[in-house]
């Protein structure tokens, strides 16, 4: 299994980004998706969720600006970000759990203010 994430960067308070997560080594359709954070100092938390059928699920604090996708054909899940705030900084992974949570390297967002 190979999670490869990309787009993350440095960003100005409001800004946005788009993350993407390709998918390798699993039936990509089939399985729910996931991107979580890790702040500095902090636990890995869980940000949005996307099922197979395309069901979604977001953590409070990014409710309403953020939107997690999926493209089965491209085997690949993002992670649209908008009006961002300091408080997302923190590296974000890509997930899936198969027989166990499988994790992509991260891809660091700074967002200043």
């Known amino acids: 299994v190979q999670l490869q994430a990309s787009g993350g960067g440095l960003v100005q308070a409001g800004g946005c980004l788009r993350l993407?997560?390709?998918?390798?080594?699993?039936?990509?359709?089939?399985?729910?998706m996931a991107w979580y954070r890790q702040a500095p100092g902090s636990e890995r938390e869980v940000v949005a969720s996307?099922?197979?059928?395309?069901?979604?699920t977001y953590a409070e604090s990014v409710k309403g600006r953020f939107t997690i996708s999926r493209d089965n054909a491209r085997r690949t899940v993002y992670l649209q970000m908008n009006s961002l705030t300091p408080d997302d900084t923190a590296v974000y992974y890509c997930?899936?759990?198969?027989?166990?949570?499988?994790w992509g390297r991260g891809t660091l967002v700074t967002v200043s203010s």
């Open positions: 996307i099922t197979s059928g395309g069901g979604t």
């Open positions: 997930n899936v759990r198969l027989n166990r949570n499988f």
């Open positions: 993407s997560c390709k998918a390798s080594g699993i039936n990509f359709s089939i399985n729910t």
